[in-house]
């Protein structure tokens, strides 16, 4: 099992593991910076994997913000893992995920963010973007705003082991997947979150799970519009799969 490192933006990383057996991969992103920062972590026990690939292109103690975009075993496991490693790194994260989640599972200092609020990471600028019951109700997804890329988190994944960029058109895939797995529950919610992210200029969608998406993304809004309401998903019934 390796790790593949793919640099999609400049100084911008994707790192890349998919598990043997699993349905899909898993994706933690890595901007090198005046303040480096991650995009969620990865989970516990891909650690040592990760940390390698990381410290490949930044020094792990180096690190200044560790970024949860929610509160699940693959986008936070490792967390404590980097804090012990990273004295002068911050978890990032929404008001929902530091008082209800996250302020029992670390003791690392936590920043809870407003929608809108940006974080500046010297030439690098990141804009929060809150994104309740968005699979999760401590969700957010984060906008790159120097790369014009988001950092999707769960938003338009993908099955599989997929390359690590792609500009082809795949808005039917992570429709039909979005609604296999049930992580987007709710329409109401996941439209006032395409919403928000339509107005910003986004070139890129950088998802964790499947490829990064490139090219026009108003495709892929448009198909999560009519997600509908999942209630009944396939993915409620299965057993001993790993999922998102």
């Not at 998919?18 to 920062?37: H, K, L, M, N, Y």
């Not at 029992?104 to 809870?112: C, Q, R, S, Y």
Request: net charge negative; charged share 25%.
């Amino acid at each position: 099992m390796d790790v593949r490192t793919t640099e999609i933006a400049p100084d911008v990383f994707r790192l890349s593991v998919t598990p043997p057996g699993a349905p899909v991969s898993f994706g933690c992103f890595v901007i090198r910076d005046e303040e480096p920062a991650m995009v969620e972590t990865g989970m516990r026990g891909l650690f040592p994997l990760v940390r390698e690939a990381v410290e490949q292109l930044v020094p792990v103690e180096s690190l200044r913000y560790l970024i949860v975009p929610h509160f699940e075993m693959d986008e936070c496991g490792s967390l404590n893992e980097f804090l012990a490693e990273a004295p002068k790194a911050e978890v990032v994260t929404s008001p929902v995920g530091a008082s209800v989640t996250l302020s029992d599972f670390t003791d690392g200092p936590l920043k809870a963010v407003a929608n809108g609020e940006t974080l500046s990471l010297g030439r690098k600028s990141l804009r929060m973007v809150l994104a309740p019951w968005v699979h999760y109700w401590d969700a957010m997804v984060v906008y790159d705003e120097t790369d014009k890329l988001l950092f999707s988190s769960d938003l338009f994944m993908q099955m599989g082991d997929r390359e690590p960029l792609t500009e082809e058109d795949r808005s039917d895939e992570v429709l039909e997947c979005a609604r296999f797995f049930g992580l987007l529950p709710s329409q109401a919610h996941l439209n006032q979150l395409l919403d928000r992210i339509a107005p910003l200029a986004i070139d890129t969608l950088a998802c964790h799970h499947g490829s990064v998406l490139q090219g026009d993304p108003s495709r892929y809004y448009q198909a999560m519009r009519s997600a509908g309401d999942v209630v009944d998903a396939p993915f409620y019934e299965m057993q001993g799969v790993a999922g998102p």
